[in-house]
């Protein structure tokens, strides 16, 4: 089964560096919020899987000087830029590697489990690094907003684009939906969930991510037949097109707590 990053989403894809700098930019600020409003320990191990550019990273320490914050990717080809003297980049494999029980006060990740066959099992491994007290917080992508779309050529573009990146990954599409279910399953407490679907008007950098990411895998959704190359053509123009307004892909985000010790 093809990794995320082995060949579609590869980091030294050409444009790769730019199209996560949209997803960034669309997507940050969102995270920021959710992280304070956890209130994460302030001196305590900070875990940033599936780290990209290292944004959140670089802004969990700058945010919280006295963390000691960790960023992971499968690639560490875009963190070199991470300098900050309580950040330290590691190259890892959440699906084949591990950390030890009860290392960290916070874990984050988005848009990672979600591009990766059985998520479940993969968090409740992350669940299990969380040291007592300390909090997860997930965000993950999910297309059920598409379904309500007026824009025909967009929903049918992505839905296939989204359904053909899935088949190379072995990703359920649907999982994202159960949230905060799997963090329950995982035995972790104070578990809730939220959603944001951004609005956008085409041309903006949301749908230009939305468009650069479908235009590596429509030779699939092509070849599959799930959609023709006339819809796949609308589609995209509709993405850079600043008459349509829209809701974006959504980011479904959820967290728990590890139980304290007693």
């Known amino acids: 089964m093809e990794r995320y990053s082995d060949v579609l989403f590869a980091h030294d894809a050409d444009g790769e560096r730019a199209r996560l700098a949209l997803m960034a930019e669309a997507l940050d600020p969102h995270t ?16 940033e899987l599936g780290a990209g ?16 914050v960790v960023a992971t990717d ?26 030890r029980a009860a290392s960290f006060d916070l874990i984050h990740l988005r848009w990672v489990l979600s591009n990766l066959s059985d ?15 300390g909090v997860l917080l997930v965000e993950e992508a999910s297309d059920f907003a598409l379904a309500s779309t007026r824009h025909e050529a967009y929903r049918r573009t992505a839905t296939a684009c989204l359904a053909a990146a899935r088949r190379r990954f072995g ?23 939220d959603g944001n679907w951004p609005g956008f008007t085409g041309g903006e950098p949301w749908p230009t991510f939305w468009r650069v990411s479908f235009q590596r895998v429509l030779p699939d959704a092509l070849a599959a ?15 850079a097109d600043p008459r349509v307004h829209d809701l974006g892909i959504t980011t479904v985000a959820a967290w728990g707590r590890a139980a304290t010790a007693h």
């Not at 920021?32 to 875990?47: D, M, N, S, T, V």
């Not at 550019?53 to 000087?65: H, I």
């Open 32 to 47: 920021e919020q959710r992280i304070r409003a956890l209130r994460p320990k302030p001196g305590g191990r900070f875990l």
């Open 171 to 193: 990703a359920d599409g649907a999982w994202t939906r159960t949230f905060p279910e799997p963090l329950v399953a995982a035995g972790l407490r104070d578990c809730g969930s």
């Open 225 to 239: 037949g799930d959609i023709t190359e006339p819809e796949a053509t609308a589609g995209l123009a509709a993405l």
């Open 119 to 133: 998520g479940a099992r993969h968090l409740r491994r992350i669940a299990s690094w969380l040291a007592p007290g």
């Open 53 to 68: 550019l290292g944004t959140v990273a670089r802004w969990l320490a700058r945010t919280y000087p006295s963390a000691q």
């Open 74 to 99: 499968v690639s560490t080809a875009f963190l070199s830029e991470c300098r900050e003297p309580n950040l330290l980049v590691l190259r890892h494999d959440l699906t084949t590697d591990g950390f």
